[in-house]
């Protein structure tokens, strides 16, 4: 489904006419007419024929208008009900838009209050409360954005009778399901080529697709003799294929809903005191503060290692082997593998980093990464760097297949097969196309 532009509110307030308020005002004069006439003949028995009519007149007054006054605040409270309706639909939508984005809380609680706001609710008079997940109902254990609106109505002539409070609420859920999960995903927001299949690689994806947020034309392209296997291609802008692709779905997605961050609640892992040796043949986990370049025969022990003041390098001929380990670049750091190297490397399996191999600093917008290797090279978990660039050139994948590559922008010139059935491994599913739905 196409995504609405997230600067623009979508006024559903307006599909409610105000000739619905024009109608409920006939009736009620109508209504007040008849109660007159039915006053008058009641009073006239007792009248002669030279009564007071300016008598009469006075003493029905209050009724007309009283009857006049309450169809009137009758109709006009039931048509600020249904507006509050619209205004929480389109409030709860515009937060499931920035949750699809991968925003945090308050982000999605800010873009729902706006959305409420230029609908016509009025914050002084009244509250709003976001919910993600939902706090009730039957989608309280699933991806979905709940927003309860109150607000207190105006009162006119019924303020004759009464000061009390006229209050309404409306309740919406807007749904956020996922029909696809990818196992390449691009979150650059707009640069062309954002996906890039070149060069003469065979890629062969199964059971899953590839995505890419950018809504530049060519956002996901196909060049030169490139081959390419996948669930789907499923892009927020549009496809640019050289040569025919192999898809389960009938055709290229184009215009979707951009993909959320899979890791963005992901923690930075802190830098550790002291440095740690790196001229080991067995590393230990923590902190490398001159980069860590490796050659020779060199084990990873599991943990997390922290690599800041230069970059992880897999030199030629260099033999590196580790399970259970995560790699986070911190500053400019970045990967830098020889295609001569034969890297051994898996995720860990359970805890906070589970299923991500390879983490980069999100403040390194600049960051270039290269992983190459020998076809013996086995990859296992997701390749990490949100705002950076991967150049993925190995004849490798992971385990079974399990390797997953989400980057700002992403290059494949490799030759491999992947495969997302890898939940045993620790690994996140990474959900693609997205669609919203108002279900409650």
């Known amino acids: 489904m196409p995504a609405a532009p997230r600067s623009e509110s979508i006024k559903w307030s307006e599909i409610l006419s105000r000739s619905f308020i024009d109608l409920c005002l006939n009736i009620s004069m109508e209504w007040g007419a008849r109660i007159l006439r039915r006053f008058i003949r009641c009073l006239r028995p007792g009248i002669g024929r ?11 007054l209050p009724i007309v208008v009283g009857a006049a006054g309450l169809g009137v605040e009758t109709s006009f409270w039931y048509y600020s009900t249904l507006k509050l309706q619209a205004v929480a639909d389109a409030a709860a939508y515009a937060g499931a838009l920035e949750k699809v984005s991968g925003s945090d809380k308050s982000t999605i609680v800010s873009a729902a209050t706006t959305s409420a706001t230029t609908n016509g609710w009025r914050p002084s008079t009244g509250t709003i409360e976001v919910f993600t997940p939902p706090s009730s109902g039957p989608n309280v254990a699933k991806r979905a954005v709940e927003v309860i609106v109150d607000q207190t109505l105006d009162r006119f002539f019924t303020s004759i009778f009464t000061q009390n409070a006229v209050s309404a609420q409306a309740r919406a859920v807007a749904l956020i399901t996922a029909a696809s999960k990818a196992c390449a995903l691009a979150l650059n927001p707009s640069v062309p080529r954002a996906a890039l299949f070149s060069g003469s690689s065979t890629i062969k994806m199964t059971g899953c697709s590839v995505m890419s947020n950018s809504i530049a034309a060519d956002a996901i392209k196909l060049q030169g003799s490139a081959r390419l296997q996948a669930d789907c291609l499923i892009s927020a802008g549009g496809v640019s294929l050289n040569n025919p692709v192999t898809t389960v779905c ?5 215009q979707a809903l951009p993909a959320g961050d899979p890791f963005i609640d992901l923690p930075t892992p802190p830098g550790t005191t002291p440095c740690q040796n790196s001229k080991l043949s067995t590393l230990n986990p923590g902190t490398y503060c001159s980069g860590l370049s490796l050659s020779g025969n060199v084990a990873l022990s599991p943990g997390v290692y922290v690599i800041q003041g ?7 001929n260099a033999n590196i082997s580790g399970d ?19 890297v051994k490397l898996s995720a860990p399996t359970s805890g906070t980093y589970s299923g991500v191999l390879f983490y980069g600093n999100r403040g390194n917008p600049a960051g270039s990464n290269t992983f190459n290797g020998t076809a013996d090279s086995l990859l296992t978990g997701a390749l990490y760097f949100p705002t950076q ?6 004849n490798f994948s992971g385990k079974g297949g ?15 097969s992947i ?20 279900v409650e």
């Open 324 to 342: 259970g380990v995560i790699i986070y670049l911190a500053g400019t750091s970045s990967v830098s593998m020889n295609g001569n190297a034969t």
């Open 389 to 394: 660039d991967v150049n993925y050139l190995g």
């Open 250 to 254: 009938a055709s290229p997605i184009t």
């Open 419 to 438: 495969s997302q059935d890898c939940t045993s491994l620790g690994m996140r599913d990474i959900p693609a196309t997205q669609s919203i739905k108002l």
């Open 402 to 416: 399990c390797t997953q590559v989400v980057a700002g922008t992403l290059q494949w010139s490799g030759n491999t």
């Open 310 to 316: 230069g970059d992880f390098k897999a030199n030629a």
């Open 50 to 60: 030279s009564g007071n009519v300016a008598t009469i007149f006075a003493l029905s």
